[in-house]
Nanobody, 124 residues
């Protein structure tokens, strides 16, 4: 079983900062990519930032230059530092663990897992 748990959401005024954290726990070998998505108006999940085990971070256009994603591969955690927050950054933020490798019998199987989400509210 694999669990992905977010923390750190809350309310802040525009221009302020928040830090989100996410941890993946359970029986797995490795995680390829961890990152953050926000629930959009049509319930789609919009890319905020992702970071692979090796390689640069990837940011959505709306947050590039304001948000920073970081990851501790050994601890299976990912953080999102959100600065210069805008009202339009408000919403439910979800952590995703992609390419989670689990050893089952003689094989390695890959799945993606989502957290339950954490709410961010930015007021004017």
């Amino acid at each position: 079983q694999v669990r992905v748990v977010e923390s750190g959401g809350g309310s802040v005024q525009a221009g302020g900062s928040l830090r989100l954290s996410c941890a993946a726990t359970g029986d797995f070998v490795s995680i390829t990519t961890m990152g953050w998505y926000r629930q959009g108006p049509r319930n789609q999940r919009v890319l905020i930032a992702t970071i692979a085990t090796s390689g640069p971070a990837n940011y959505g256009d709306s947050v590039r230059g304001r948000f920073e994603v970081s990851r501790d591969v050994a601890k299976n955690t990912v953080n999102l530092q959100m600065n210069s927050l805008k009202v339009e950054d408000s919403g439910a933020y979800y952590c995703k663990a992609e390419g989670v490798a689990r050893a089952i019998l003689d094989g390695i199987f890959y799945d993606d897992y989502w957290g339950q989400g954490t709410q961010v509210s930015v007021s004017a």
